[in-house]
């Protein structure tokens, strides 16, 4: 539901009414929701950053949240500086975004064109009082585009846009986490559902492993948990997987295939396992909870509060939950004409269910036939030695391109070069009775593991 614009953080916090239900990232880092809202880890008096632009970029999750609840309704603008993102752009985002300053738990100050203000280790009480009549202004908040190489895309949101799609209610039973960071839109939007809600929230601390993360999921009881696809496939090869026995897994950020739904149904029976599209520009617009890829036909114009359509192969989302713009004199326009985002990623509709074929900008040219390396990746995910894949192209003097596939097995290893080789001719004939000639790997390379980026996402060489 749209939020008011006098509604902070700290107001919707006191609104809550749940004081007892923490926020815990890792083993040594917790407060309850009150605690963050009343005290403050900044090393000044927050009422001096007061209508000031803020770039917060420090690598603790725990010091990230309890600084937005300090500064929303204080200043002017609130920069999101994921700590996954190279430390090169620093700068370049500092002078698009206007910041007067970085709030970091890093020293020593990382630019000579900002002032410096650290983080301490734990909430301390805060002279300034907080509520809806000390609200300055309605702060604006930045966040950076997941997926992106090179200089970062940054879109312009408001407190009201981000929590659009949370309706209020406490629930006492539930525990929230996830694997996103929050500086992320999907980790941001678990966050200030947490908040809202006055429900428990656990967070992965940047030194946990996976492993780790999980079993501290399972101790603090958690119920409803968030990832990727690929954040999901490497759980469930881990042991840890069996520790948490969550009511409700949803998958977001890039396409969930059938495989990965069913493998997630099978850990987890007694779970709902929905799968979202959402974005940092066209914000949340639906979820699908049928156990299925892909959505209904009807989720179209039957989802409340969103507009969407598919316009020239691609989904274009109108609705309160999408950003303002693009930051930057030379960006593009965010929304078209009609307030629709496009958001790049092509749908295809058959037998009464559209599917997502992938992203425009990723599309392989084989001989002047398309190929989108997300089809071809949720065939070979649904071989039952398969545990996750990336397909990509190589270039050919003869196809212009050939697509390859990078495969991740379910066994650790395998020594034996005669049963690789078996392997990947059964794996390639899985995938010639499933897709059309053009779009069969040429090649299957077995590899150990693929790599994420920090937004949970495969990296991709278009991405």
């Known amino acids: 539901m749209p939020r008011n614009n006098s509604t902070t953080l700290a107001s919707s916090i006191a609104a809550a009414g749940a004081p007892s239900s923490r926020l815990l990232v890792g083993s040594d880092a917790h407060a309850t929701w009150e605690e963050l809202a009343a005290g403050s880890i900044l090393n000044c008096p927050p009422d001096e950053l007061a209508g000031s632009c803020v770039l917060l970029a420090t690598i603790s999750q725990f010091a990230a949240a309890a600084v937005l609840i300090q500064l929303d309704g204080l200043a002017r603008r609130i920069v999101l500086y994921p700590p996954d993102l190279s430390r090169e752009h ?98 941001l939007q678990i966050f200030l ?56 897994v949803r998958l977001s950020g890039e396409i969930a295939d059938q495989a990965i739904l069913n493998n997630l149904c099978k850990q987890y029976p007694q779970a709902t396992i929905a799968h979202a599209f959402a974005s940092t520009e066209a914000g949340v617009a639906f979820v699908v909870e049928d156990g299925l890829m892909g959505l209904p036909a009807n989720a179209l114009t039957h989802t409340s509060g969103v507009e969407m359509k598919v316009d020239r192969g691609t989904l274009r989302v109108r609705s309160n939950r999408t950003a303002m713009r693009y930051m930057g004199a030379d960006s593009r326009p965010l929304k078209d004409a009609e307030g629709y985002v496009d958001t790049g990623d092509a749908l295809e509709s058959r037998n009464g269910r559209y599917y997502f074929a992938g992203r425009l900008d990723g599309v392989i040219n084989v001989g002047g036939l398309k190929v989108h390396p997300e089809e071809v990746e949720a065939v070979i995910n649904r071989h039952p030695e398969v545990s996750m894949s990336l397909v990509s192209s190589r270039k050919s003097p003869i196809m212009g391109a050939i697509v390859i596939a990078d495969v991740v097995l379910r066994t650790p290893s395998i020594d034996n070069g005669k049963v690789a080789s078996t392997l990947q001719q059964d794996i390639l004939h899985f995938c010639r009775g499933e897709l059309a000639p053009h779009k069969v790997p040429a090649t299957i390379n077995f590899v150990p593991s693929l790599d994420l980026a920090g937004s949970g996402k495969m990296v991709r060489r278009h991405a």
């Open 90 to 187: 620093l700068d370049f985002v500092a002078a698009i975004t206007e910041a007067d300053l970085i709030v970091s738990d890093q020293p020593p100050a990382e630019s000579a064109n900002m002032r410096a203000v650290r983080v301490t280790p734990s909430p301390k009480a805060s002279h300034l009082e907080r509520s809806n009549k000390d609200v300055q202004c309605e702060t604006e908040w930045i966040l950076l585009t997941s997926g992106t190489t090179g200089r970062p895309k940054m879109v312009q949101h408001t407190l009201s846009s981000l929590t659009a799609a949370i309706e209020p209610g406490y629930d006492p039973a539930r525990v929230w986490s996830t694997f996103y960071d929050i500086r992320r839109y999907g980790g």
């Open 193 to 248: 559902r947490a908040l809202i809600t006055g429900t428990p929230l656990v967070l992965k601390s940047s030194t946990e492993t996976a492993s780790e993360y999980l079993a501290s999921a399972a101790i603090h009881g958690v119920t409803h948990i968030l990832g990727t696809p690929s954040h999901w496939r490497r759980a469930l090869a881990s042991p840890a997987a069996s520790l948490i026995a969550p009511q409700y």
